[in-house]
């Protein structure tokens, strides 16, 4: 796992994209300190305790946010009904960041999924 590669993944995007999910970077860092930045399934991922507990990904016309889990967004209801989910995926505007609060809502779901703590 490795810091540069995830730094190379967002220099690869262009604006908005590249700063919205920087944002989204430091929210999940702020969430998990600690955590081990890589790449998984190539997208960056944020590992604790060997554990994916977070991740993101920039397509197109959107942005994911990508708990690694199945189980996250089922426990947050309603605070991401306004987003499109599926089970993997919350998508989310390239030029809007996720409120971090919220971030730190679905990293602390998975944290405990993945960890018991």
């Known amino acids: 796992m490795s810091k540069k590669e995830v730094d190379a993944y ?16 430091d929210a999940i860092l702020a969430a998990a300190p600690g955590a081990e930045q890589g790449m998984s399934y190539g997208v960056p991922a ?8 977070a991740g993101f990904a920039a397509f197109k016309n959107h942005l994911s946010y990508l ?3 199945g189980s996250v967004f089922p426990e947050l209801r309603a605070e991401t009904e306004r987003y499109k989910t599926s089970s993997g995926a919350l998508q989310f505007a390239v030029d809007r960041p996720l409120p971090k609060a919220l971030v730190k809502k679905l990293v602390t779901v998975r944290r405990k999924q993945a960890l018991g703590h």
Not at 15 to 24: D, N
Not at 46 to 53: D, M, P, T
């Open 67 to 69: 708990p690694h889990s």
């Open 10 to 25: 967002l220099a690869s995007l262009e604006e908005p994209k590249r700063a919205t999910l920087t944002a989204l970077r």
């Open 46 to 53: 944020f590992r604790l305790e060997g554990k994916v507990i």
